[in-house]
């Protein structure tokens, strides 16, 4: 079990807001539209949610990876419980990550049940 102290504070590093999960041929479109962006992925968590994680960085993170307004950090810090840390979990935390295009087409390719009423070849 891997402690905050002990972490390089992957929870600092990006924004994860879960998304409602992706049917329609427009959803996806909108998810090619999301994954165009820079610093900015949709995953499926292992916990079956599909969500947009914008990788950008704490700005009060300090260059030694001490938070660096610890005391006044938000309540969202203050709760976070290190065994629940994505590092601390069993097997992959990520199902699925779409980092641009090529990943949604080839996602959509190998899944064509993931466009809902789009018939199966």
Not at 67 to 92: Q, T, V, W
Not at 108 to 113: D, K, V
Request: aromatic share 8%; charged share 35%; net charge negative.
């Amino acid at each position: 079990m891997i402690t905050c102290s002990e972490c390089n504070q992957e929870c600092c590093k990006s924004v994860v807001i879960e998304i409602d999960a992706p049917e329609t041929l427009r959803d996806w479109e909108d998810i090619k539209w999301k994954v165009v962006h820079e610093n900015l992925r949709v995953i499926f968590d292992n916990d079956n949610s599909w969500c947009v994680e914008f990788l950008t960085m704490c700005k009060h993170l300090e260059k030694d990876g001490k938070c660096g307004i610890y005391s006044k950090r938000p309540k969202m810090c203050r709760e976070h419980d290190f065994e629940a840390c994505i590092l601390n979990g069993e097997g992959e935390y990520y199902k699925i990550i779409l980092e641009d295009i090529g990943d949604v087409e080839k996602y959509l390719a190998e899944n064509p049940g993931a466009i809902k009423g789009k018939k199966k070849k």
